[in-house]
């Protein structure tokens, strides 16, 4: 029953995302009908950091969250289940703390990749009018 639970909850939260990714990854080069002037465009080398960017928010905002969910409602069940039983606790708080040490590298990961692209350049940023929700984003150049 719990592989059961699992199976679904993960093809649920994770295949869901996956629908409007029909596009794909790529932000260039398509010949589509429904592609964008900026996705018809040629790839440049600035497509490259896109591609990678597109990749990193797909794994840290699509499929870290609810892995994260998950693993913190197991190891919340394990701790509160353990009626006194020691092995059960120290699973369960291993649980959390393990899956808290996760999320904090892999976020911190995620700040310090985007740090390095706002540091040479290829990042935007204008801190007149900074808005912290896009601070992330990359934009190549259209080329003429």
Request: overall charge positive; aromatic content about 14%.
């Amino acid at each position: 029953m719990k592989k059961i639970f699992l199976i679904v909850f993960l093809g649920i939260s994770i295949s869901a995302p996956l629908t409007s990714l029909a596009a794909g990854f790529v932000p260039c080069g398509r010949t589509d009908t429904n592609a964008t002037a900026a996705e018809k465009e040629p790839c440049t080398l600035c497509h490259i950091f896109v591609l990678l960017s597109n990749i990193l928010d797909f794994i840290f905002f699509t499929i870290v969250p609810p892995l994260a969910i998950l693993m913190i409602a197991v190891g919340g069940a394990m701790f509160i289940f353990s009626a006194g039983n020691p092995t059960l606790l120290t699973k369960g708080k291993e649980i959390l703390k393990t899956t808290l040490i996760a999320l904090l590298i892999i976020y911190g990961a995620w700040v310090f990749v985007n740090f390095i692209f706002t540091f040479t350049g290829l990042i935007k940023t204008d801190f007149g009018g900074w808005n912290p929700a896009n601070w992330y984003k990359i934009d190549c150049p259209i080329t003429p």
